[in-house]
């Protein structure tokens, strides 16, 4: 039971073009999303979320989006650059009294051009 | 200065032997958690502490027991090590549980474990 998806498991984009990655939920009670980015042999380092009552969070270079009709969220980075190439996880939560836990999708690896 | 440690960041171990991998935040986070990343790359969580209370436990075998000897600390021993429990584990903290919905949780750098 896959409740966040990432359905492109990779994704190639140029330096300084922009990179979008797409990550879908199926859960309704989720009410806060999050990105993580992970280099090779390193944990998991939080980047950006948003909570359900907005659409749009910006930090920097990072935009995530929410479109909670479709049940649709996703990363925007630009200018895209070589240090971005990670994989990229989405992650959402649903409230739960305390005992709240983050469901990771499995992942899009993101490699950025010279 | 790490803010999350886990070690050892490699453990290669034969079926049916018990092992331990220990974590340490130096953070001052409340909550700790344990997550496991399969060969299918799923992030999927194991165990949660609140201040040395657990609070989640996802029908995980009961060979696995997290222990909280305070909240800084939260080792994961696994007993009768199975081929399917080949994974990377993660140790992650947060100042509280709610709190990592919205701030995100810090993660450690991993373990590997291999059982042959």
């Known amino acids: 039971d896959q409740q966040v998806k990432q359905n492109s498991p990779s994704l190639s984009v140029q330096e300084g073009r922009i990179s979008i990655l797409n990550c879908d939920y199926t859960n309704s009670m989720f009410d806060y999303f999050l990105w993580y980015k992970k280099y090779p042999a390193e944990g998991p380092t939080f980047l950006i979320s948003?909570?359900?009552?907005?659409d749009k969070n910006e930090d920097g270079r990072f935009t995530v989006f929410l479109n909670k009709s479709a049940k649709h969220l996703s990363l925007h980075i630009v200018p895209s650059q070589p240090g971005d190439s990670a994989v990229y996880f989405c992650a959402a939560s649903a409230p739960n009294f305390g005992n709240e836990k983050l469901t990771f999708g499995t992942g899009t690896r993101l490699t950025i051009i010279p | 200065d790490t803010a999350v440690s886990q070690t050892p960041k490699y453990l290669v171990t034969q079926m049916g032997n018990d092992k331990s991998i220990k974590c340490e935040q130096n953070l001052g986070h409340d909550t700790m958690y344990w997550y496991k990343q399969d060969s299918k790359k799923f992030l999927k969580i194991m165990f949660s502490?609140?201040?040395?209370?657990?609070?989640i436990n996802e029908t995980v075998p009961n060979r696995f027991s997290p222990k909280s000897p305070d909240k800084a600390h939260l080792n994961l021993h696994i007993n009768s090590l199975e081929l399917g429990d080949s994974a990377v584990y993660f140790c992650a903290s947060s100042q509280e549980p709610g709190t990592g919905r919205d701030y995100g949780y810090t993660f450690g750098s991993g373990t590997r474990l291999t059982v042959v």
């Open positions: 502490y609140n201040n040395k209370e657990l609070i």
């Open positions: 948003i909570s359900s009552i907005k």
